[in-house]
């Protein structure tokens, strides 16, 4: 098995491609070692030392490090575990797969608005996100301000700030222009 990676905005995280599929649909971000109980291969990751979040996409896994640790000492260890995984036959996650959509459900007078809004993050933000190692999902909206949640390679990445005020705000407000800003949610 040969795992590439690719690195991301996010200078404390990588991506790693097994070359195989590693969720049939959907995402699943583990921003902690406590979070990943459910899925044996977080668990295997979150074993290597100076592993700060696991984020598991369709056909990639993002790893997060601690600042103090360099690659150089940790991208060993995480290819390895990932290699392990793939080994041992488990499956990514136990348990029901994680929601396809990933986006937080609304209904009620802005509902028109926000099948619009989640539309356009479907078709043109988070494909590209995903290139990044990352997701973007929709967790609210409110008077005009969309709410995002930002996952993987994203959550964290000094950049993520630029491309939600430069790039998904702009997107928004020129298709829909009752959203006025974009703001992140932890």
């Known amino acids: ?100 959509a990933g986006h937080a459900a609304h209904d009620g007078p802005d509902a028109e608005i926000v099948g619009q809004i989640k539309e356009l993050l479907d078709t043109r933000v988070r494909p590209a996100v995903a290139q990044d190692g990352g997701d973007i999902t929709f967790h609210g909206f409110d008077r005009g301000v969309v709410y995002l949640h930002m996952q993987g390679a994203c959550a964290g990445c000094p950049s993520s700030t630029l491309t939600l005020k430069m790039g998904i705000e702009n997107l928004l407000r020129h298709y829909i222009p009752e959203v006025v800003e974009v703001r992140p949610v932890a």
């Open 1 to 100: 098995m040969f795992i590439q990676t690719e690195t991301t905005p996010n200078p404390a995280t990588l991506k790693f491609l097994p070359g195989d599929t590693v969720l049939g649909s959907g995402t699943a971000d583990f921003p902690s070692p406590d979070t990943g109980a459910s899925s044996p291969l977080a668990r295997r990751i979150f074993a290597v030392e100076g592993v700060t979040g696991v984020f598991l996409g369709r056909d990639f896994v993002t790893v997060t490090k601690a600042d103090d640790v360099p690659w150089d000492h940790l991208k060993p260890s995480v290819l390895g575990a990932i290699m392990e995984h793939y080994q041992s036959g488990a499956p990514a996650i136990e348990g029901a797969a994680p929601e396809s």
